[in-house]
Structures are given as structure tokens and as C-alpha cells.
Nanobody
């Protein structure tokens, strides 16, 4: 299974970006797909995840109400819509896949994509 993240860029505070995570070598709805981010000098942290099957979602408190996950089964892709971005959202964003129910634990994820950089200017 391979994951490829894309969609990062530079945006002003209050702006929006949509990240994509394409899953290949497997069916996206078979996995729980999560997004994590790592800001400069900080540890990687959980952002959001979408469960397989019905696709229920979980979010970190810091992004709840601003970020939204969705999934396109035909494209085998998970999207992270990020609205009202703030400078503290600046980070490298990674998508990853797991079968585990421990969605917020990065060590539970088996497959990782390369990161995509999101920079939010004030």
C-alpha cells in the first residue's frame, strides 16, 4: 500500500487549502486513514482521521470546526479541507493508513505518505 499526499502551499491567515491523500495498492475504505502534522521544532501530532466502512471521523480539538475530512471511493482518495487557516497550522502534513482503532496514535499506523508543506502567513 502506498499513500501520496499533495495540496500543500502558502496561504494567508483565514484562507483555505484542500489536501489530498491518494491510496494505491488497496481500497481506501478498507483502511482508517489519518492526517498528522509536524511543525518546525515540534513533535508530530494527530490532526484528523476517517474510519473505513461508514467513514466516521475524528478530529483534534485544535482543528475541530475548521478542518473537514471526506473520502472519494472512486478516486481512492481522502481529502482534508482546511478552512480559516492560522499561522499555528503551519507544518508538514502527512497522511497514513492503519487497521487499528487507536486513531490518534501515530505508532498504530502502518503506511505513511510523504509530507506536504502547509505554510500560513499572518
Amino acid at each position: 500500500v502506498q499513500l501520496q499526499a499533495s495540496g500543500g502551499g502558502l496561504v494567508q491567515a483565514g484562507g483555505s487549502l484542500r489536501l489530498s491523500c491518494v491510496v494505491s495498492g488497496g481500497t481506501v475504505s478498507s483502511y482508517r486513514v489519518g492526517w498528522f502534522r509536524q511543525a518546525p521544532g515540534k513533535e508530530r501530532e494527530f490532526v484528523a482521521a476517517i474510519r473505513g466502512g461508514g467513514g466516521s471521523t475524528a478530529y483534534a480539538d485544535s482543528v475541530k470546526g475548521r478542518f473537514t475530512l471526506s473520502r472519494d471511493r472512486a478516486k481512492n482518495t481522502v481529502f482534508l479541507q482546511m478552512n480559516n487557516l492560522q499561522p499555528e497550522d503551519t507544518a508538514v502534513y502527512y497522511c497514513a493508513a492503519t487497521f487499528s482503532v487507536d486513531l490518534r496514535n501515530e505508532n498504530a499506523y502502518l503506511y505513511w505518505g510523504q509530507g506536504t508543506l502547509v505554510t500560513v502567513s499572518s
